[in-house]
């Protein structure tokens, strides 16, 4: 069963990325799996990590921005560790380097586009809320005659 976050259409575009990726870097070049490819493994999966702690903190918005905005920050990481991939030759099919980074890139627009929906939108879940804060204390019903 999926829990929230994994409603998300952003957290499966990055998760599967990250999948991809990882996959990418057991094929790169001995050397290039435990320098580059290992970074870039790092940077790929921190999106979706930062998404589920971001999401767990949501009742605290700058919390859940936060977060978030540090995934889209590895997101834009992860297209600098492609960009270093395909211009030292270890990545060398051009397909696979186009499909992952257009992913890369879409992927940093939904995440920026869901940031800005959560900036303008935000309201801590009625789930997350404490209704005992909204009830009068018993001194204050003194007060409220």
Do not use: N, W
């Not at 580059?36 to 979706?48: H, L, M």
């Not at 998404?51 to 949501?58: I, N, P, S």
């Not at 700058?62 to 270093?84: G, N």
């Not at 991939?85 to 879409?106: I, N, R, V």
């Amino acid at each position: 069963m999926e829990s929230g976050i994994q409603k998300l259409e952003v957290y499966q575009v990055a998760h599967d990325l990250a999948v991809r990726i990882h996959a990418m870097t057991l094929t790169l070049p001995g050397f290039e799996r435990f320098e580059e490819g290992s970074q870039i493994r790092r940077s790929s999966k921190r999106v979706s990590a930062c998404m589920v702690e971001g999401f767990t903190l949501r009742k605290y918005k700058a919390l859940f921005l936060s977060y978030f905005y540090r995934a889209l920050a590895s997101s834009d990481e992860t297209q600098e560790h492609l960009l270093y991939l395909k211009q030292t030759g270890s990545l060398a099919d051009p397909e696979t380097y186009k499909a992952l980074s257009d992913s890369a890139a879409e992927l940093s627009r939904e995440l920026f586009r869901f940031i800005q929906g959560v900036e303008r939108l935000h309201e801590t879940p009625h789930s997350m809320t404490d209704l005992r804060a909204h009830e009068p204390a018993p001194d204050d019903e003194e007060l409220l005659g």
